[in-house]
């Protein structure tokens, strides 16, 4: 799989242009040994799956996504992607690691269901995920995978582009099916820890 620019392959807005007007609301983060990532979903973004929100590069209360538009909402610090029926939830979309790393973390075994019908408690609120160590204190987490979809265990090595699990309606999923992804370095959180290049 070829690394790219996820925002200019989205055809948003060029990811240089959109920094560069959002900077002053985002604060400064450290990219240093940040590893390159590829898109986390297989699927085609318009077609079969959708961005649902962007992360919040806004500080305090405000509310901007990358582009300083509003596809995002108060305290978000990752990229969701929906599928566009439950139908296509139900057909497998896959769920791919977005750069090559060691397996940390995984949870399975948590059912798909509508939280808007069933609440989550807030320990249960990522529903079934996956959490990639890509070192230099760099992680990626891929929330809301279908139960029992998930394929790898703590300690696993993996290769950028392979399966991790099932878009699924674990966890705080209202609706449709969803996968929340988020990158970190050093326990941070925010826009300039999203760097798909």
């Not at 973390?105 to 995920?129: C, F, H, I, W, Y």
Request: proline fraction near 4%.
């Amino acid at each position: 799989m070829t690394s790219f620019n996820l925002l200019e392959r989205l055809g948003i807005f060029a990811a240089a242009a959109a920094f560069a007007l959002c900077a002053p609301l985002a604060g400064a983060q450290s990219r240093q040994g940040a590893p390159e990532l590829d898109l986390p979903v297989d699927c085609q973004i318009g077609g079969q799956c959708l961005i649902h929100k962007l992360v919040n590069v806004a500080r305090g209360k405000g509310i901007s996504d990358y582009s300083c538009g509003r596809l995002t909402m108060a305290d978000h610090d990752g990229i969701d992607f929906r599928v566009r029926t439950l139908a296509d939830m139900r057909a497998g979309v896959a769920v791919l690691a977005a750069a090559a790393g060691r397996v940390l973390r995984t949870r399975d075994g948590k059912a798909d269901r509508n939280a808007e019908e069933q609440p989550v408690p807030p320990s249960l609120m990522a529903g079934n995920a996956v959490i990639i160590d890509h070192g230099n204190g760099w992680e990626t987490q891929y929330s809301h995978l279908r139960m029992g979809s998930v394929k790898v265990r703590p300690g696993d090595r993996v290769k950028a582009g392979q399966v991790l699990g099932l878009v699924g309606m674990s966890g705080n999923v209202k609706g449709f099916g969803r996968l929340r992804t988020k990158a970190s370095s050093a326990g941070t959180r925010g826009p300039h820890a999203l760097v798909y290049g």
